[in-house]
């Protein structure tokens, strides 16, 4: 039995040591139904084939299809509407979708490390600014974060460990005092959090050392050390990253 969940080799890949050979089904269902609708020429409002007529066109299954209509939906080009079909949209139900040009593919691995690239240089940016110029309310703000984060996780509360997160990131980020920082932090991690669409999570593994990443570049920020507070970022966010490689591995290897 064949799984359709399982990822194969992109054209010219053929070993398992590049990240770049996870192309799981639905990735490239994905791919094959926006190219199907840049052909057609369909438009923002216009109806589409159902996912059984999907399924057939692209010769794969309706589980698959299925799947890659939820990334669709969740990044704005797929409107699925109960009782009525599946439709284009215009892509602005995602988040900063102008502004990234509605690019962004949850399920592309390139795309999550281009992500996580471009948040360690704003991120870095904006840790190194919050430490030098925090305001005391600022500064509790991010330690109640930390705090959030800490309790979170010890009481296996996972709504309360990630609203946590959110908030240190956007309370640091807003301590730098550049709105654009605040604007490109927020917009990045909603990026990232459409990831979840497929199931992959930001912090898994090392949630633990993550509450202790977080205090150090509070600590940082709070005693007024810019480079200690971004290199204690770039080293989160790295360990980060590495929580999505291995959950990657975990599925695509064993």
């Known amino acids: 039995m064949t799984n359709d969940r399982v990822g194969v080799p992109a054209p010219g890949e053929d070993g398992p040591e590049s ?12 791919e094959q139904i926006l190219q199907f609708i840049a052909e057609l020429g369909l438009r923002p409002g216009d109806r589409m084939p ?3 007529e999907l399924a057939a066109r692209l010769g794969t299954s309706r589980t698959v299809v ?8 969740a990044t704005g080009r797929i409107s699925a509407q109960k009782g009525r079909g599946l439709f284009v949209a215009d892509g602005e139900s995602m988040l900063g979708g102008a ?8 399920t592309n691995l390139d795309h999550i490390f281009m992500l996580f690239e471009f948040r360690r240089v704003q991120e870095m940016a904006a840790s190194r600014l919050a430490a030098m110029l925090a305001s005391p309310s600022e500064l509790r703000v991010i330690e ?4 959030s984060c800490r309790h979170g996780f010890s009481s296996g509360d996972n709504a309360e460990f990630d609203n946590g997160d959110n908030a240190f990131h956007l309370g640091v980020a807003t301590a730098s005092h550049n709105f654009f920082l605040v604007s490109a932090v927020r917009d990045a991690r909603t990026l990232q959090r459409q990831a979840s669409v497929i199931g992959l999570h930001g912090v898994g593994g090392h949630a633990e050392a993550a509450v202790e990443e977080h205090d150090t570049i509070y600590r940082a920020i709070r005693d007024g050390e810019p480079e200690a507070a971004a290199q204690a970022t770039s080293v989160h966010l790295d360990n980060t990253l590495e929580d999505y490689r ?7 290897f064993g």
């Open 144 to 147: 109640a974060a930390v705090e």
């Open 99 to 106: 502004r990234w040009g509605g690019f962004f593919v949850p």
């Open 50 to 52: 159902t996912e059984s």
């Open 19 to 30: 990240h770049r050979t996870y192309r799981p089904r639905y990735e490239q269902a994905t």
């Open 246 to 252: 291995r959950e990657i591995q975990r599925r695509v």
């Open 66 to 73: 299925r799947d890659a209509v939820k990334i669709l939906s």
